[in-house]
Every structure is written in C-alpha cells, then in structure tokens.
C-alpha cells in the first residue's frame, strides 16, 4: 500500500513538474515572440529610415519632394502640445486622484464615479475627437489651435493618469499617514509630505504612459482638423499647428516608396522622444525610491 501511495505521489510529481516545464517554455515562447517582432519593427525602421536622419531633415518643412521634406512644424507642434497636454492633464489628474482617496467619503456615489472613470480609460480616442471638436473647437471657438487639441488629448489620458494616481496613493502605508498625524501635521502637510512624494513612483510611471500615449495619437487630431501639411511653426497656443503623428500620417499615405522612408524617419525622432520622455520617468522614480 505504502509502495502504491509512493508510485501515486510521484506520479503527480512528474505530472506538475511537465506542466511547469510545458507553461514555462510557453510564456517563454509568448515573450520571445514579442521581442523578434518589436526587434523586426525597429530594424526595419532604423535601416528604412535612417539615412533620412541629417539637420536638413529637422530644418526644412514638408515638401513634395521627398528628399527635401523635413519635420520642422510638426517637431515643434508636438512639443508645444505636450506643454499643454502635461501640466493640464497631472494637475487634474493627480487632484482627482487625491480627492478621491484622501478626502470623499467611500460611499456609493463615489464608488460609481471611480468605476466610471475606470471605463472612460477603454473608450475609442476617436470619441474624445468628437467631444473635443464639440467642447473646445466650436463651443470655445478656440478652432484647430494648439490649445483645443491640448485639452482634447488631456480628457483622452486623463483616465489612466486617475487610475494610475489612485493606485500609487492607495498603496502607501497607513503607518506612514498616522505617523505624520501623531507629530501634529495637518491633512493637507501630510498629503504634500509624506503621501505624496511616497507615491511619485507610481503617479510618474502611469502618468508617462499616459502622455507617450497622447503624443503618438492620431485619431483624435484627424476629428478635430489639425492639419497633415503646414509651412509655418506655431508662435503662441492659439495658432494653428501640425504633429508629428499627423506629418507620419499623411507620408504613409503616399504612392512614393521615398515618402515611406521619409515617414520611418518621422518615426525614430517620435520613438526618440517617447525614450527621452521614460528615461526622465525612470530617473525620478528611482530617485523616490531610494529615499521611500
């Protein structure tokens, strides 16, 4: 009997460990896979692309002729809207965000309001085109300005900054909260504090995301009219711009094979951005992390 429970018991064994091994080299297959794809994106587009890669092609603007055409409007447009889209979007993301976890009560309509803004973090950008062009390009009269598409990406990301807030404050210790109390701080000192620069970590990693999401939207800036061609930069957030995503856009649009390498261009200088734009993240956050 004891020999048949020893043969059972082994027999299980070999059985999970199979399984291990079976899920193991599955996850691992899953992440090898993404790896040769991004890897096939990224050589493909450095080696499309890069000989695009000189001054000339950040100083000139669009022009019909691939060799000559350039990014410059569309550069400095999407760095005037992430000027927009950043403080507008972590001010009222991150305030949300505090509100919600440190001041509203936890009762009913409160916990419908953050399932709601759960939801609003799927919905299509293509919607947030329309409320955009509804709210701020004709309502406001602001037009096809910097500003309209600024806010309109803001409402686009707003969402996942909330979540991402809610999620950083949730998680740092009540201990920490109580402690500040118990040394005579107010709410509002202990917010600032302590809660605060303990959850840096958290708000800054979804609030990158977010913004690396905004600046390499395109639908939205399509609903709302920004145009794909312009050969003039902006001068204040009122003015008419172009982005990046929409200058990408229209070059992929073309019958020209050259205009295909002039887009993959497009394409490392928006990549470069977005690295610029995690690697600043990363910094600070490994910075809070070391003190917290």
Known sequence: MKYMDHNVVSSKMKSRLTKNKFFKGLFFAATMFGLIVLAVLLIRIITQ?????????????????????????ALIGSIYLMLVVAPV?????????????????QNKMNRFIKVNISNLAGVPSVVFGLLGLTIFVRNFDLGISILAAGFTMS???????????QEAIRAVPRELREAS???????WQTIVRVVLPAAVPGVLTGSILALSRAIGETAPLVVIGIPTILMFTPNHLLDTFTALPMQIFDWTKRPQVAFHDVAAAGIIVLMTLLIIMNSIAVFIRNKYQKRY
């Open 181 to 187: 109390f118990a040394m005579g701080a107010t709410k």
């Open 155 to 165: 409402l686009l990301i707003l969402p996942v900054i909330i979540v991402a807030s």
């Open 49 to 73: 692309g890069g000989g695009y890669i000189n001054w000339d092609f950040f100083m000139n603007f669009a022009s019909r002729f691939p060799e000559q055409a350039g990014i410059k409007s």
């Open 89 to 105: 979007s972590m001010f009222l993301g991150v305030g949300t965000a505090i509100y919600l976890e440190e001041y509203a009560k």
